[in-house]
């Protein structure tokens, strides 16, 4: 299972080549994690407005894309600076965790009251969302070290949000059929993290 996140390692480790140049002049200058943080929340807020606001302008769905990828732009060095300024602290990781919860949260629903996907769907994407990421939590909070168990995780689901959204704007209802497809996609993950977490706590019997 440690294969199949593969891609996903992957990108990630090449995400942080591109922005350790970045992350180390932040650290340098002193920038807060805690204020990457909250920009990443006041964007996630910013693009949930945007989604609300988008049935009656359409060209507001591009824009709700834009403010959401840079919230996870955000959500992603923020944790990096935090390393490399030596600010790394457990209430940092904690309220980062419950920030990114928050964001998520109000992005799909925005969504869905938007009628970029409905109720139903809306729901179980949220539910899922938040199954992926607790899977891991709790995982973590058993001893078993999670990172890189995962075919798809927050980072790669904020990128294909942003992708569907502004395909939306060409061709309406990608939304709802990219939702449907995370949904499956979050199940997946859930499941190969639960055998994960099985087979490393039998190994430590």
Do not use: C, W
Not at 64 to 87: E, N, P, Q, T
Not at 167 to 177: K, V
């Amino acid at each position: 299972m440690g294969n199949a996140s593969l891609l996903g390692r992957r990108g990630r480790e090449l995400f942080e080549v591109a922005t350790n140049r970045l992350v180390g002049y932040m650290a340098r200058q002193g920038v807060s994690p805690t204020a990457l943080s909250l920009l990443g929340l006041l964007f996630a807020i910013l693009s949930a407005g945007l989604y609300i606001a988008a049935p009656g302008i359409r060209e507001l769905v591009i824009l709700a894309a834009v403010a959401l990828l840079v919230s996870g732009f955000f959500d992603a060095i923020d944790g990096a600076v935090a390393r490399a300024s030596g600010k790394v602290t457990a209430f940092g990781a904690f309220t980062d965790s419950v920030l990114d919860r928050i964001e998520d949260g109000a992005v799909i629903v925005a969504m869905t009251l938007a009628g970029f996907m409905d109720l139903l769907l809306g729901m179980l994407l949220l539910l899922s969302s938040y199954l992926v990421s607790y899977a891991r939590a709790r995982a973590e909070g058993l001893g078993v070290e999670m990172k890189g168990i995962g075919l798809f995780e927050r980072a790669e689901r904020i990128l294909v949000l942003f992708v569907a959204s502004i395909l939306e704007y060409f061709l309406p209802h990608t939304i709802t059929f990219v939702s449907a497809a995370l949904i499956a996609v979050n199940a997946f993950v859930v499941a190969q993290r639960v055998l994960y977490v099985r087979s490393r706590l039998r190994e430590g019997r």
